[in-house]
């Protein structure tokens, strides 16, 4: 089994709508995990089922038992984060700024301080629309621990497509740097970025690829949109000369994007345009990439 993280370094470059897309051409031997949790979207263009949801839980957060509580004031006095106070004469958490660092809880004499695991969302095996299945997940308004269901996702993507004998676990990874793309990361075969020519484009292209070097990850670029500023385009294809990255393809721009996602399709299953063939390219270009 292999596993390929598609990423790019800033949102609305066409990185899920070329996932989905690659998701429809490669589907009887693709498992696609939609590991961009805190703004999940493949379901979208794939319609799954939503299987049975289970739920997941990272992180602790100060609970006070005020029957037990004897108003000492020890708790507020040690938390750095100002997350204890007193209402109608009684300590209590403010959830919103906890850190879950227990700190608290050691120092209460009456042991009236617990730290109980929260939960932060669920996740799903469901299958597609496609027939192909997805994990995927649902993190909780204004939870945190993102990187977490990542890993989650994806080791549970990893052993599904290890039980069913699935050749590709298919990545849709989280915009940006921070910690749930590093987790999209790990244990990647190949990594696909997505970008588009403009400024921002080529300067969070760079940040992410700073971040592919400390991997030592195997990577190829797509220009999507290419056309719309070929001046830039050509400005990516030097970067990716210098930086030795395989230039995977230019996509051009066609409307038929926004029309897919309008009709709740991927781009592939609009046939106005030279997308699809692109794209059946493109998932050859990849696999072959795999295989050197
Ligand atoms: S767990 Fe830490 S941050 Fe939370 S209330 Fe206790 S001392 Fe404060
Ligand atoms: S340390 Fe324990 S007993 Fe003292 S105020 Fe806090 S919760 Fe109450």
Redesign the pocket.
Known sequence: MKEIVVISGKGGTGKTSITAALTYVGRGEILAADCDVDAADMHLLLAPDFGKPTDFYSGV??KIDTEACISCGK?KA??R?D??SIIDDKYV?SPLD????????RVCPRDA?T?PEQNVGQWFISTTRLQNQLVHARLGIGTENSGKLVAKVKAEARSLAIEKDIPYVLVDGSPGIGCPVISSLSGADYVVLVTEPTVSGLHDMRRVHQLLKQFNLPCGCVINKADLNPEFSRKIEGFLQDENIDLLARMPYHPDFTEAITQGKTIVELDGSELPEKIEILWNTIKSKLEE
């Open positions: 957060i100060a708790c040690v938390c984060f997350a204890i958490v906890c850190e879950g660092c227990g700190y608290c809880a301080i730290t």
